[in-house]
């Protein structure tokens, strides 16, 4: 079984600075993918970037990048120079054998709000 | 523009009542899913299907129902046998590989009269 942690119930930042959003996760898969997305207050849920297990560099996308490290098992979110926009809450997850038979589910962190003070 | 839809945004569901939410895509994407969201929680997997005519029950599927007679339509049954359904559904499609996101509809909030 899979499982996600994110144990920041709720974080702040001044706008234009960066921010670290922390997730661990735990399987005994070898093969999966580590997924972010952003939930804003309308509700909607926004893929923001992936990682799979085998890749060797860190995703990057944009102001976003993420901090893997394999060993100890964490995926954080990195939010660089933050824009009032990005007050939201931010989920982790995970797909198990990525490639594979998993059909894509995807196994959910509790989230952690963000809020961007001006 | 290729998306999913879903409706209606709001739903209200009386004592003893079944209720359908609808969930459509354009994607082209073999599987969809169904994942509830409770106030300030994470989301928790309903129902997932990878092909037509073919369905899989996720961690709480009992009280719910689903059905996937085409490729673009995967709508979810709230049936009475759900005690507490007052949630947020979300309905989400993707190509089914591990290594691909998965696109989310605007979701449904169903409250009990």
């Known amino acids: 079984a899979q499982k996600i942690t994110q144990t920041q119930p709720g974080m702040f930042v001044q706008e234009k600075e960066a921010v670290t959003l922390d997730c661990t996760y735990d399987?005994?898969?070898?093969?999966?993918?580590l997924f972010w997305y952003k939930q804003p207050s309308s509700g909607e849920m926004i893929f923001l970037i992936y990682?799979?297990?085998?890749?060797?560099q860190n995703a990057t996308e944009g102001r976003y990048s993420l901090n893997f490290q394999k060993a100890r098992k964490s995926a954080n979110l990195v939010i660089s120079a933050s824009q009032l926009g990005d007050s939201a809450m931010y989920f982790c997850?995970?797909?198990?054998?990525?490639?594979?038979?998993?059909?894509?589910?995807?196994?959910f962190g509790q989230g952690t709000i963000l809020t961007v003070h001006p | 523009d290729g998306g999913i839809t879903q409706s209606p945004k709001y739903l209200f569901r009386k004592e003893g009542q079944n209720v359908t939410l609808s969930c459509e895509q354009n994607?082209?994407?073999?599987?969809m899913y169904w994942y509830r969201q409770d106030p300030g929680q994470g989301l928790r997997l309903i129902y997932y299907?990878?092909?037509?005519?073919?369905?899989q029950k996720g961690d709480i599927a009992e009280g719910y129902s689903v059905s996937r007679e085409k490729k673009e339509s995967f709508p979810l049954t709230v049936t009475s046998a759900q005690k507490n359904p007052t949630a947020f559904y979300l309905c989400?499609?993707?190509?089914?590989?591990?290594?691909?996101?998965?696109?989310f509809g605007d979701g449904t909030r169903l409250s009990i009269l």
């Open positions: 997850a995970m797909s198990a054998n990525a490639g594979g038979t998993s059909y894509g589910k995807l196994t």
């Open positions: 990682q799979g297990s085998y890749d060797e």
């Open positions: 299907s990878q092909i037509v005519n073919d369905f």
């Open positions: 994607l082209n994407h073999d599987a």
């Open positions: 399987t005994s898969d070898q093969s999966y993918g």
């Open positions: 989400a499609s993707s190509s089914g590989q591990g290594n691909q996101p998965q696109h």
